[in-house]
Structure formats: C-alpha cells, structure tokens
C-alpha cells in the first residue's frame, strides 16, 4: 500500500471519528473537554489529508522530495498543489488554524470550562474560546476538503 494511501484511510478514520464526536457524542454527554478531541482529530485529518495529497504528487513526479516540517509542507501545499488541482485556498487556512489551535492547547500553561465554552490561556493570559457551534463549523468547513482529496486521488 503506498504512502498515501495509507494517509487517506487515517484522514476518513480520523474525520469520522470528530464528526460523530461533534454531532452524535456530544449532545449526548455535553462534556465540554470533547472539543479539543474533537479539533485534534480534525486537526490529523486535514493534516493527512494534506499529506496525502503531497505524497501523491510526490509519487508522480510533480513535486521533490517531501521534508518533515509541517510548515515547509503547509507551504509546499499553498504555493504548488493548490493551483495544480483547483484547491480553495480557505482549506489551507483552515489547516493552519487548526495546527495553530492544537500547538497553541499544548503549549497553554492552563485550559479551564467556563459555561458552555472550552478556554484556553497562554502564558500572558491571552485566552481563546471554542464552543460547539466554532467546532462544528470547522467541521462542516474540513467536510469538502475530504471529499475533494479523495477526488484528486481517485482520478
């Protein structure tokens, strides 16, 4: 099985798995800690996606050798695949939010519930806020990005 394939069944995996969390799991439970799985798991998703693409480029010959770096690939993506296959270029914003979201949980030094929303602070106090409503968004935004992958690979 080649790279990206292996890459499109970790994007489905992953995008099933925030999509039922965001529209199935969490009315039910209403725990508000399951927005960040919820973004981390749309965050893998748009990655592999993302990935998937490159490699499959990179398989063809359209583009050289891929680096580890996510930023140098989120550029790579930006400047190069995105005109090649007719790619919004709002994907890759949303991409970068959602690496931005995930590193910026990480490296927060404090995450606290307030309400219905997820707040996360930094180390200056700055604080950014996630409902449910930013998060299926986000969702609903990542779902044409999944299905347009699976198009520029399946051609």
Not at 18 to 45: C, F
Not at 80 to 109: C, D, F, G, W
Request: hydrophobic content about 40%; charged content about 35%.
């Amino acid at each position: 099985m080649e790279k990206y394939e292996e890459l499109l069944i970790e994007m489905d995996r992953a995008f099933k798995t925030a999509d039922h969390l965001a529209y199935v799991t969490y009315p039910i439970v209403k725990e508000i800690r399951l927005l960040m799985s919820i973004i981390e798991n749309l965050d893998r998703a748009l990655k592999a996606g993302m990935n998937a693409v490159l490699e499959y480029d990179r398989l063809y010959k359209r583009i050289g050798p891929l680096q580890e770096s996510f930023e140098i690939r989120l550029d790579l993506f930006k400047s190069k695949i995105i005109m090649r296959h007719a790619i919004n270029r709002e994907y890759a914003e949303l991409i970068e939010m959602m690496h931005e979201l995930v590193t910026y949980k990480q490296k927060s030094p404090m995450v606290f519930q307030r309400k219905d929303k997820y707040v996360i602070s930094n180390q200056k106090y700055k604080l950014k806020t996630l409902t449910i409503e930013d998060v299926k968004k986000y969702v609903e935004k990542a779902k044409p990005f999944i299905f347009k992958v699976h198009n520029i690979i399946s051609r």
